[in-house]
């Protein structure tokens, strides 16, 4: 497998997201940042603090890239990952805050910068006939990701009925995990001028322009009413980050939630795949396809939000009032993993249709990797706000 190869880089910036981006999430996913029930304040504090710095980094994570390139870019990304988990066990073991509110910030910063190479490559690095398929492999490496971080919890958790926290192993694991993607993204990233396809062409020229440049050409994204117009949009992909981890947080037992976590991830590996044989299928004109997968993405997503809905004011869950405790043996189950299928299916092709969108605007390097980092930073924005309302204690409903 030649390490120059486009879908080779994109593989391995897969992976890297596998090792980093993929573990934190099954961190959120146990909600309360895998801490005590009663950790979920702080938790949703430290989220707050970091998507309000991603989406800072975001915005200018192009920039930042295309001065310094990718390697360097997406090594530097990596490195927030395990100071910002080494920061969530230190709280749930010593009760101080100060360091996974640091934590937030450092990873914030960081992970503008990783996602920025990420959606780079796979805008810039794949043909016009494969970028659903891009998408959809660095969407599985990142869900493989996330389902190994969830399995290895749910394991050592397994017989725990408790609300109590994961076990420091569970923290040293992940710590171990995140730190190998840094050194995988130094020494396997290329520059994209060593990038060749199959046939030996090039990519087209990626040169470096000066700082000051790039960061214009930031503020220059606001003016294409294409991009305009996909703000909402991109801001919403992952709002419900918030919420269906904090009320599985809430109702269910640990080990309840470990599985609850599992299931989410495990179900966006076959979504993406799925919903990227609409995207890419090219008996259909481009136009066509993107209507076919809009209208999938739509059903589902009203479906799953009707669920969620339902489920809250059926049961009564309110955050004020104690936890049910459940357990996946409780009858009540059936109902929630119902949910937490479509919510992991919504999240996965919300992501694959906004990209995929940005993918088709341009095949202009330093342009899509300003389009990468901006998406980011819009859907942190919008992490910041549903976080901030969950850090308010406002009602589940």
């Known amino acids: 497998m030649r390490i ?4 080779t880089q994109n593989f391995i910036s897969g992976v890297v997201l596998l090792l980093t981006v993929g573990i934190y999430l099954a961190v959120i996913g ?19 603090t970091l998507y309000a710095v991603f989406a800072l980094s975001g915005f200018f994570g192009g920039s930042i890239m295309n001065t310094i390139g990718p390697k360097w870019t997406m090594t530097i990304g990596a490195f927030g990952y395990p100071f910002y988990v080494s920061g969530l066990w230190y709280y749930d073991a010593r009760g101080q805050e100060w360091y996974p509110l640091l934590g937030g910030v450092v990873i914030g910063l960081c992970a503008g910068l990783l996602w920025t190479v990420s959606g780079f490559i796979q805008f810039a690095y794949a043909e016009e006939k494969d970028k659903g398929t891009y998408i959809a492999w660095q969407l599985f490496l990142l869900n493989l990701g996330c389902t190994i971080g969830s399995s290895v919890a749910f394991g050592i958790n397994f017989h725990d009925t408790s609300l109590n ?16 993607a840094v050194a995988l993204a130094f020494f396997a990233i290329v520059p994209p001028e060593d990038v060749r396809r199959d046939d030996g062409t ?23 009413w294409r991009i305009v117009s996909l703000i909402i949009p991109m801001a919403a992909t992952e709002m419900s980050q918030s919420l269906i981890p904090t009320l599985s947080a809430y109702s269910f037992n640990l080990r309840t939630r470990s599985l609850n976590s599992v299931i989410y991830w495990l179900v966006q590996i076959p979504a993406t795949f799925v919903y990227s044989t609409i995207l890419d299928n090219t008996r259909f004109q481009r136009r066509v396809r993107g209507l076919m997968a809009l209208t999938v993405g739509a059903i589902i997503v009203i479906a799953n939000w009707a669920l969620v809905l339902g489920l809250q004011i059926k049961h009564n869950l309110n955050r004020h009032q104690p936890s049910p ?30 990209m995929w969108i940005l993918g088709a605007f341009s095949n202009e390097p330093r342009l899509l990797a300003r389009y990468g980092g901006f998406f980011k930073a819009m859907l942190s924005a919008g992490l910041c ?10 009602s589940y409903l």
């Open 202 to 224: 090039h990519l087209a020229v990626f040169t470096a322009p000066d700082f000051r440049t790039e960061v214009l050409g930031c503020f220059e994204l606001l003016k294409d």
């Open 30 to 48: 146990l909600g309360a940042g895998g801490g005590k029930a009663s950790s979920a304040q702080v938790s949703t504090a430290t989220y707050t």
């Open 325 to 354: 405790e459940w357990d996946w043996s409780d009858p009540v189950y059936g109902e929630f993993v119902i949910m937490i299928l479509l919510a992991g299916i919504s999240l996965a092709i919300d992501q694959m249709a906004v």
């Open 165 to 180: 926290g994961v076990p420091i192993s569970v923290y040293l694991i992940f710590i171990i995990i995140m730190t190998s």
């Open 385 to 394: 706000v549903a976080f901030g309302l969950e850090a308010g204690s406002v």
């Open 4 to 7: 120059t190869r486009p879908w």
